[in-house]
């Protein structure tokens, strides 16, 4: 015969006080292992949405990311006349060669710098990049001091707002637009005119060229013939490769982090689950032989506590996934080691996340309960009754 | 006496339970410490930075180098004793993952305003003979192995191709928190290379390191060197070092932030479970405190009663957890050298371990002892576990 389930569930309502402490240590782990996944599915979001799979970066070779690398005039025609660039609708090719360079400048409120990424751009930079679209304000005109910044720039950065004007370069950069680029590291940049950039910036070569490519399934040819070309010492990616490369330390560093952390944070928290359900038995001893006696099986009886520890790491599980959706409305900031420019992404809570922290709540209920529960049901009736 | 004997007896009453809690406690403060010297670690460079010494670089960031031109219109400043400069390399060593800091530098006026880095003389002078040739931190030696005539090959990131150096000298640091993982080699090997292959690049440092005469002239120096080339192609910032290591941890702020509020989540996870556990004892033991009233003991024995023993547990196990921080410490810093390469406990991180063991023990007693206080002794005799 089974136990019904509401003996399990009174129980923990009549022990309010240990069930509440038991949980709260319980909810503190699942807060933070749900927090450090959504940080790094946040950082992952952000860098592979910000690049697409048909577009390809140029730069040179080994040079690791755009800040880099250096692409000389020459080298970029050569790039521009490959014939796998797709075609726009204006029948001109969709390519782009752009200078990116760092720059640092002072956050509102504080006089701290944080480095940001300044894009010098081109007609069609816009257009390889769908995701970018133009909020406010209009776009720069061709050879003028005039330049766009990110949603993220603006909000958060000294004279980053539309009107304001910036000082770098030798020269005063008025904005005239903000642009909002969704979910995606163009939000932490400011662009401008290339030519005026290298200009200001007295760099004589870009950093990379982008291209569109025709059909999908060329990129291997192009690939090829722009490495294995003499004049060129350039190498080519797919958009998303780039983009994906550029976060490998920083979202293996989290991840290193999160796990030890979670895994050392779940040792007290499993603790703390064992203490009460061994608690939970002790006091219960006579309980538990008159069960036996009525003729409850061994069985039952480790399910029914098995059970309410169970339910210990459901009631942490949904109270910690409560407290950690909340991060969603946050933004962190922060430096990405590897480009050595501030990347701004928000906490992202998906499905898996919520199934993971679940299951991971449910194993620690599991792991804190087992051997209690198996305690209880191993005790001998006519010892266990006469216990009180 | 009688009364701390009694804590005693009473805390391994529930040996299991007492055992558990006490792993919890070790566990909570071993993972308090190690997270505040993690933090420790991120801030060593500004700790390991000198008052005398300024670093000026370009005014736009630090991407953008300064030319070597001004070496001697700084050196001829007021205040200042000597200059040199460096550029950073970015060389990666195998792969991405094998990452350490490596740089050019003008070898005989950076080794003399770096007095905490230390290479045996013969070494010393073999460095400054060979233009090939590399200096190396202690442990980055001891990582790869590297022994005095090695030659080891870096692929430039930042300078194109493969560059090859020969290892002539391994430093030592004076102190603790010197970098020990550090990789330098002649600036004039870079410059003679970047001559040949890109001549618009060649003559161009990344940085000037500036030792002034006396500390307390920095902000004046500072302000001389950038009034010098205020409207110059290359405007220049003048900073302390410690200014500039700051300005570098100031960008990661965000995760220092993280790991600090994750450092006081642990002490709360291991405060409920403390906590806990003495709910569960002070219910337990409701009937004899109701008993030691009806001795004649006021609420002042049956409160030191409760919170002696939550400090007691929770003091046994951070003595543990405090115990094993220095071993598990030692481990982090092998393991994760490439990330800091300086890692100690610091004391201070001892007694934040201590006040946190205290905190939790004091405050996990707080509630059952407000109800063993409130229990009137009638009720208490009645009540069955």
């Not at chain 1, 990049?129 to 603006?154: D, T």
């Not at chain 2, 800091?340 to 610091?346: E, H, L, R």
């Not at chain 2, 371990?353 to 939790?360: H, K, M, R, Y």
């Amino acid at each position: 015969m089974k136990i019904p389930f509401s003996y399990s569930l009174r129980n923990l309502w009549t022990r309010r006080l240990t069930t509440v402490l038991t949980v709260a240590g319980m909810a503190l782990v699942v807060f933070v292992f749900a927090a450090v996944l959504m940080l790094a599915q946040g950082l992952q979001k952000t860098l592979v949405q910000t690049g697409s799979y048909d577009n390809v970066v140029v730069i040179r070779k080994s040079s690791e990311s755009e800040v880099q690398s250096g692409v000389e005039r020459l080298q970029a025609s050569i790039i521009e006349t490959q014939p796998e660039i797709a075609t726009g609708a204006d029948g001109k090719r969709l390519v782009a060669r752009e200078l990116v360079v760092l720059i640092a400048l002072p956050k509102r409120g504080t006089d701290k710098p944080s480095n940001i990424v300044i894009r010098g751009v081109e007609e069609k930079s816009m257009i390889l990049r769908p995701q970018v679209k133009l909020i406010q304000g209009r776009m720069p005109r061709v050879g003028s001091s005039e330049i766009i910044a990110g949603s993220s720039i603006a909000k958060r950065f000294e004279g980053g707002g539309i009107g304001e004007s910036l000082r770098f370069g030798m020269r005063d950069w008025t904005v005239v637009g903000i642009f909002d680029a969704g979910n995606t590291g163009y939000n932490s940049e400011i662009w401008g005119d290339v030519d005026q950039f290298m200009q200001a910036f007295r760099r004589p070569v870009y950093s990379s060229v982008i291209f569109k490519l025709r059909r999908l399934s060329e990129f291997d040819n192009v690939k090829n013939r722009i490495e294995n070309d003499p004049r060129l010492s350039l190498e080519a990616l797919r958009e998303t490769r780039y983009y994906e490369k550029q976060s490998e330390m920083m979202a293996k560093f989290l991840r290193i982090l999160g796990i030890t952390l979670t895994l050392i944070f779940s040792i007290g928290a499993v603790i703390g689950a064992m203490i009460t359900m061994y608690a939970a038995v002790a006091n219960r001893v006579s309980e538990i032989g008159t069960m036996r006696a009525l003729g409850f099986q061994r069985k039952s009886i480790l399910f029914a506590f098995l059970m309410e520890s169970l339910l210990l790491g459901i009631l942490g599980g949904l109270i910690g996934l409560f407290f950690a959706s909340f991060l969603q409305l946050f933004t962190v900031s922060t430096l990405n080691f590897q480009t050595f420019s501030e990347l701004a992404f928000s906490f992202t809570l998906t499905v898996e996340i919520f199934a993971e922290a679940m299951g991971f709540s449910l194993i620690m209920g599991f792991v804190g309960g087992v051997l209690p529960a198996v305690r209880a049901s191993r005790m001998n009736i006519v010892e266990a009754l006469r216990s009180s | 006496m009688h009364v701390l004997r009694l804590i005693f007896k009473n805390s391994f009453r529930h040996k299991l339970r007492t055992f558990l809690t006490v792993l919890g406690v070790s566990i909570a403060i071993l993972a308090f410490g190690l997270l505040r010297t993690v933090i420790d670690a991120w801030y060593a460079g500004v700790e390991a930075s000198s008052a005398n010494r300024l670093v000026t670089r370009n005014a736009i960031s630090l991407i953008f180098p300064l030319p070597l031109s001004y070496k001697e219109k700084i050196r001829q400043i007021e205040g200042v004793k000597s200059v040199s400069y460096g550029t950073w390399f970015g060389g990666i060593y195998i792969d991405e993952k094998h990452f350490f800091a490596n740089y050019a530098m003008e070898p005989e006026h950076y080794l003399a305003i770096y007095p905490e880095i230390i290479i045996p003389p013969d070494q010393r002078t073999a460095f400054y003979r060979d233009r090939k040739s590399a200096a190396v931190g202690r442990k980055l030696a001891d990582r790869y192995g590297w022994k005095i005539g090695d030659t080891v090959t870096l692929r430039g990131t930042i300078f194109p191709g493969n560059w090859e150096f020969v290892i002539r000298g391994i430093y030592q640091g004076r102190d603790q928190n010197v970098d020990e993982t550090a990789f330098f080699f002649h600036w004039e090997y870079l410059n003679e290379t970047m001559k040949k292959t890109a001549p618009g690049r060649a003559d161009q440092v990344g940085w000037y390191m500036v030792e002034i005469k006396n500390p307390n002239l920095a902000a004046d120096v500072s302000v001389r060197i950038d009034r010098m080339f205020k409207n110059s192609l290359a405007e220049t910032l003048t900073e302390t070092e410690k200014a500039f290591n700051l300005s570098f941890i100031s960008m990661t702020e965000a995760i220092i932030l993280v790991i600090q509020l994750v450092s006081y989540v642990i002490i709360l996870i291991i405060m409920a479970v403390v906590a806990n556990t003495m709910a569960m004892t002070a219910r337990e033991r409701i009937g004899e405190y109701a008993v030691f009233k009806t001795l004649g003991f006021g609420g002042f024995h049956v409160a030191g009663l409760i919170f002696g023993e939550s400090l007691f547990i929770t003091m046994f196990g951070a003595s543990i957890g405090i115990l094993l921080t220095f071993p598990v410490a030692k481990i982090f810093a092998q393991q994760l050298s490439t990330y800091f390469p300086i890692f100690n406990v610091d004391p201070e991180t001892i007694y934040l371990d201590i006040a946190a063991a205290c905190l939790v023990g004091l405050s996990a007693a707080c509630f059952p002892t407000w109800r063993a206080l409130r229990i009137r002794i009638a009720d208490g005799l009645r009540r069955i576990g």
